[in-house]
């Protein structure tokens, strides 16, 4: 990685206040984020999951009608599919589940509608994040929940009637497994989906008892050698797991199993600060996300360790060039290099500003105190 010098190494409250006023600058009118305004296959996209993270990043910088409008933006995109969700929750129910294709896309256009191209799309993780990001963000600064009432009732319906089934992970990938970063999105959102009130009675007790299964089934399957696993089955680890015993806060960072996790992570996927999404990643070579770091640092610090948490943030930020942009991933230690130049004939170099690297920089940031909400 050669990064452009500057006159002047910006400290990391400046980055983080750059960051958070370069996703206020590039949020789209109605509340989408996008994921890159330049990188070809992300153009126009906005992600649910991406996206929850970038508002919970800027909640945690005080941008609370930021944040507001990207919920804002969810709740219309699922209240106009209110009917599609009431049907895929009545065949679940009736035993006789719909395919992958007729679920909900994990993307949508800024103006809500899923994609023309072909896309990796039956994802659950993001219905998951937005309403985990709607709790932490009444949580940290108030206010009534009941104005996205509609679309977390039927997100919880719909998490409720799909959670144990397998999907595309977070890197669009793997389709076939049911993946342990997926749940904890799932456990998430249902756990502050039922804290925010807005739910019935019903809604309520059922969201706590799927979150409950889920926290099992994690425990009982998801768990090898002491440690989170990939996905059910799988004794490797994914870097998306620093976010379950991270950020989530699904498996506490300091417990046997939020430790065991952070440690595998660090031997097998960490090399100067910069983390790999897996071991056998071949996206542009396999390079390492700041976005990853600062998820593990947010980990670290939630275990007790302030001290590497500071040298994970510090890591992620000297990968902002000379204008601030933070990349999706950077090329140090390729995990794959024979395979780097595939993707940038395919879709051109990687993606630069990722707005969800800025926003995981702001959130380790405010969570370290360099930060003012």
């Known amino acids: 990685m050669t990064l452009p010098t500057t006159d002047r190494q910006r400290s990391i409250p400046e980055l983080a206040a750059a960051s958070a006023e370069l996703i206020a600058s590039l949020q789209d009118a109605g509340g989408a984020y996008p994921a890159s305004p330049t990188f070809s296959a992300y153009l126009g996209y906005s992600w649910f999951r991406d996206g929850a993270f970038i508002a919970d990043g800027m909640s945690s910088a005080g941008r609370t009608g930021s944040a507001e409008r990207f919920f804002d933006w969810c709740a219309r995109v699922l209240e106009a599919r209110a009917m599609q969700i009431e049907s895929i929750v009545a065949s679940a129910a009736e035993g006789h589940p719909v395919p992958d294709a007729e679920m909900l896309a994990t993307r949508f256009t800024f103006d809500g509608r899923e994609g023309d191209d072909e896309w990796w799309d039956f994802q659950l993780d993001g219905y998951g994040t937005w309403l985990w990001a709607v ?11 009941a104005r996205w009432r509609r679309a977390i009732e039927l997100s919880v319906d719909y998490l409720c009637a799909s959670w ?12 076939m497994h049911v993946h342990v970063s997926t749940l904890g999105c799932v456990a998430a959102g249902l756990r502050e989906a039922a804290a925010l009130g807005v739910l019935d009675a019903s809604r309520a007790v059922t969201a706590l008892a799927v979150e409950t ?5 994690i425990a009982a399957d998801g768990t090898v050698d002491g440690h989170l696993a990939k996905w059910l089955g799988s004794t490797a680890v994914d870097a998306s797991l620093a976010a379950v015993v991270g950020i989530l806060d699904v498996v506490p960072a300091g417990s046997p199993s939020g430790r065991a996790t952070i440690a595998e992570l660090e031997q097998d996927l960490t090399v100067d600060g910069g983390v790999h999404r897996y071991l056998d990643d071949t996206f542009f070579g396999g ?10 640092g947010i980990a670290h610090l939630r275990a007790g360790d302030a001290e590497r948490a500071r040298e994970l943030l510090a890591w992620a930020a000297a990968t902002a060039d000379a204008a601030g942009a933070m990349p999706e991933q950077v090329d140090d230690h390729l995990l794959a290099p024979e395979r780097q130049r595939e993707w940038i004939d395919r879709w051109g170099p990687v993606a630069r ?14 969570e370290l105190g360099e930060v003012a909400a």
């Open 135 to 145: 709790g932490e963000h009444v949580r940290r600064h108030g206010g009534d929940a």
């Open 164 to 175: 144990d089934r397998p999907c595309f992970d977070w890197w669009e990938e793997h389709a």
């Open 213 to 217: 299964a889920v926290r099992e089934r």
């Open 287 to 296: 390079g390492q996300w700041p976005l990853l770091s600062c998820m593990l």
């Open 353 to 366: 500003p990722l707005l969800w690297s800025h926003a995981m920089l702001i959130r380790l940031a405010a």
